[in-house]
């Protein structure tokens, strides 16, 4: 799973991911600056996640997530800051296809994601929409 943290630290997490509906929880961690082990939460704001293979954190509440068949959704978190709870999610928004064969899938914010291809290329996408999620183009 990739997650990204920008700013203070905010963890999304799945746990038991064996098991089909168990939660997507947040954490803030308040000692980001200092080091110091102070977490807020956790925060139950889904579940079901772990249906997906990939997670990515996109900046500023938005997530992609990956599924198997390489369908890529992106879904926004308005609650990021404070933890919010199960209604503080849109989507999820379809917003690709076929991007299973990477190796690696992560992000910098802003809509930009960065894919590592099989055969070891470093390839850069932008999603033009990722504030709202619906401008499905990337370039």
Known sequence: MCIRF?????AL?????HLLREPLLWYKHEGFIDGTFQWKGPVKVGIGWNEFATIVAGGDGVL???RPNGTLFWYRHDGFKYGGG???FRGP???GSGWGGFKTLFSMGEGILYAVSSNGNLLWYHHKGFNTGWLTNFR
């Open 64 to 66: 992609y997530t990956m």
């Open 6 to 10: 920008t700013g203070q630290l905010r």
């Open 86 to 88: 199960m209604d503080t």
């Open 93 to 95: 928004v379809l917003v």
């Open 13 to 17: 997490t799945l746990e038991n991911v």
